[in-house]
């Protein structure tokens, strides 16, 4: 064996070596899904903003749904009276974008009031999640003798000032936070059935 081999065949040896990894990408997770396009976000905000205070619901809408998160920010109100103003946020909790733990929910609940208490005036932010519910054909859904068509799943209520020394540790020690008992368990079950639950299931 010449010199030159010699020193080219460990070389090819390692290149086959590595060639498996290669071929198979890196062991991470899946990349986050995308931001959305600007335009997409100003759609969005005018949409899913409410409240009597709608302007000021377009501007925190703006800046909470130009991020995209694992639980649908579907609606996002500003109401007020005087100089007090109050943020409501409803999350959908069916059809995530990504599987979703207890933790990990409350993680974006965290950084959703977050958000909302850091670009906005607002001395209060109420989250509630909720999913559909099924309802028979014909029945009223509009008007005093609607049926519910969804019901809440989670709620919580973060006064700005008690939420002040840190929104996780508010939220993890409980106070004015509701969890529905089985909707918290779906979120422990098996990731890969989230996203498909049906109108009404627990």
Do not use: C
């Amino acid at each position: 064996m010449s010199a030159l081999a010699a020193a080219v065949l460990p070389l090819v040896a390692a290149v086959l070596a590595l060639a498996p990894a290669v071929v198979a990408g890196p062991t991470r997770g899946p990349s986050p899904p995308p931001a959305p396009p600007a335009a997409v976000v100003d759609l969005d905000a005018s949409l899913r903003s409410a409240g009597d205070r709608k302007p000021e619901a377009v501007r925190l809408a703006r800046v909470l749904l130009a991020h995209t998160w694992p639980a649908q920010v579907l609606k996002v109100r500003v109401d007020g009276a005087g100089a007090h103003e109050v943020a409501g946020l409803v999350l959908s909790g069916v059809k995530f974008h990504e599987p979703l733990s207890p933790r990990g929910f409350l993680a974006e609940v965290t950084a959703l009031a977050q958000a909302t208490l850091r670009s906005s005036a607002v001395e209060e932010v109420d989250v509630w999640t909720t999913v559909p519910l099924a309802v028979g054909k014909g029945a009223v859904v509009a008007g005093d003798f609607a049926r519910p068509t969804t019901r809440i799943v989670f709620s919580a209520t973060l006064p700005r000032a008690a939420a002040a020394p840190g929104v996780a540790r508010y939220l993890e020690r409980g106070d004015a936070v509701f969890w529905d008992p089985a909707w918290k368990a779906s979120l422990a079950r098996d990731p890969a059935r989230q996203g498909r639950d049906r109108p009404g299931a627990n």
